[in-house]
């Protein structure tokens, strides 16, 4: 198994130019998140999905867009990068399993600079 | 879902153990205690969760006091790969998709 895996690990954008992040699990879980981290804090939550074909807003979803077309892939889009979304984002998948819905699998992040 | 707080840093000797508090004064009946570990640059680890008792598995022990306003965890032989943020969240047992609330952890330093 796999578990988490997302690509690009690193890219570099210009302003206003748009790009997105693919997240893949093995582990055929329901959910899946992304989130953001920015230097000496904790993770925000953009998006997160359910299943398969829903997607909902978190706690900083503004300048991002997400599809879950397939189970196992969920997508992170920027339409317009801004050097405020210059960041570390990691996708996460967890079970449906209310005893384990908690357990999030992380991905090892992609490290993203908007200049 | 409950706040949570935690030490900014906290340092360790090797082999010794390590005991992270937390504190949760407003969980409530239904909310989990869960934590998780960052090491430096990679994803964050789940580390272990409970509820009302006390659990122990192959990484750490999780204590809940029984009122259950706080929360130790501890890592009987830290080494220095245990190096690493550690987050103490609190979530809802049930319902919808686990939307856990990273704060800024307890940076655990362990030391020879």
């Known amino acids: 198994n796999a578990g988490v895996t997302q690509t690009p690990k690193f890219r570099v954008l210009k302003t206003g130019q748009s790009m997105t992040l693919l997240c893949a699990q093995d582990?055929?879980?329901?959910?899946m998140y992304w989130y953001r981290q920015d230097p000496g804090m904790g993770l925000r939550l953009i998006h997160y999905s359910v299943g398969e074909g829903t997607t909902a807003k978190g706690e900083v979803p503004d300048g991002y867009n997400v599809s879950r077309l397939k189970k196992q892939n969920f997508l992170l889009g920027l339409e317009s990068a801004a050097p405020s979304q210059t960041s570390v984002y990691f996708c996460?998948?967890?079970?449906?399993?209310?005893?384990?819905?908690?357990?999030?699998?992380f991905g090892e992040g992609s490290r993203l600079t908007v200049l | 879902d409950a706040k949570t707080t935690q030490p900014t840093s906290m340092d360790c000797a090797e082999g010794r153990a390590a005991n992270l508090p937390c504190n949760h004064s407003?969980?409530?009946?239904?909310?989990?205690v869960y934590w998780y570990r960052q090491i430096h640059s990679q994803g964050p680890q789940y580390i272990i969760h409970?509820?009302?008792n006390n659990e122990t598995n192959e990484m750490a022990s999780l204590i809940i006091t029984e009122d259950r306003k706080s929360s130790t965890l501890i890592l009987p032989h830290a080494t220095l790969r245990d190096t690493a943020v550690y987050y103490c969240?609190?979530?809802?047992?049930?319902?919808?998709?686990?939307?856990?609330?990273f704060g800024t952890g307890t940076r655990l330093q362990v030391t020879l």
């Open positions: 969240i609190v979530r809802v047992a049930f319902g919808t998709a686990s939307k856990l609330t």
């Open positions: 407003t969980i409530s009946g239904n909310e989990y």
């Open positions: 582990m055929n879980h329901e959910y």
């Open positions: 996460a998948s967890s079970y449906l399993r209310v005893s384990r819905a908690g357990e999030l699998f």
């Open positions: 409970g509820l009302k």
